[in-house]
């Protein structure tokens, strides 16, 4: 307790809101042709179509996503804070069950990466519906065969992969949704849901457990839940920022 005391009145005095307030001005510009270039960047995301914070979550798309991804997120986080006990479960040692975790981080490195690339391809709606179903059949794959340490260890790796994606895909597709105004702070009402109930994955995860003596109903619910997932995103109709954004643009008339 002493020692977070300490650290917080630290950082009153050394974090700071921007890096101009330290002296770090962008691109070597001065103060006041920084100022320019934010106040121009500024109106032009004013003039493009966006929702305000209480529009967005008056709407049904926000709150599609929202609860379908949190439930989603509430089986990754009961996998993912519990998987050295998970490996335990299936027989591992304390050393090997440690690596569950590394087999699932490493690969949600070419996760992110690919996440990007297939969204730029496919579209971000259909990268989510792509991996959504990528990872139900991953989870379908747990709950039939990750009883032994090398399935286990398959699923880690594999939902590294075909899970981190949506982590990139989200902010784009909120930007496309709601626009880009108000994006960090409808952001923030998103992740504020997803965490409130995608939190209690691991208690959910440690129940299971203790009732069954096996996680493997885990994986069962982390397939419904993403299955779910994909059809509520088929259902998410496109927002007013998305209609006028795909109005063709017409030329001033000089």
């Known amino acids: 307790m002493k020692n977070n005391s300490i650290v917080f009145l630290l950082a009153l005095f050394l974090i700071k809101d921007t890096p101009e307030s330290v002296g770090l001005q ?3 510009m001065s103060y006041e042709e920084a100022k320019a270039v934010l106040g121009a960047v500024g109106k032009m995301l004013a ?8 529009e967005a979550l008056k709407s049904a798309q926000f709150w599609i996503i929202a609860i379908s991804l949190a439930l989603a997120t509430l089986v990754f986080t009961g996998f993912l804070f519990n998987a050295t006990m998970i490996g335990l479960s299936v027989g591992m040692t304390a050393a090997q069950a440690a690596l569950v ?22 579209g971000k709606r259909k990268a989510f519906l792509f991996f959504g179903f990528l990872i139900a059949i991953g989870y379908t794959y747990a709950w039939l065969f990750a009883l032994s340490p090398t399935p286990l260890y398959i699923f880690a790796i594999w939902s590294g992969i ?9 902010p784009p597709f909120f930007g496309d949704l709601f626009g880009r105004l108000h994006l960090a ?8 849901v997803v965490g409130a109930i ?22 069962l619910l982390g397939a419904v839940a993403n299955v779910l997932f994909v059809i509520m995103i088929l259902f998410v109709k496109l927002t007013r920022v998305e209609q006028e954004m795909s109005k063709p643009k017409t030329a001033g008339v000089a």
């Not at 003039?47 to 209480?54: A, L, V």
């Not at 075909?162 to 989200?170: A, D, G, R």
């Open 162 to 170: 075909v899970m981190s994606p949506i982590l990139v895909i989200v």
């Open 26 to 28: 962008m691109d070597g």
């Open 101 to 122: 975790m590394s087999a699932w981080a490493l690969p949600s490195v070419i996760g992110r990466f690919g996440g990007g690339w297939v969204a730029d391809k496919l």
């Open 185 to 192: 702070s409808i952001l923030g009402l998103f992740g504020l």
């Open 47 to 54: 003039d493009e179509p966006h929702m305000t914070r209480g």
């Open 198 to 219: 995608g939190g209690l994955g691991p208690l959910v995860a440690g129940r299971i457990a203790e009732a069954t003596n096996s996680y493997q109903l885990l994986y």
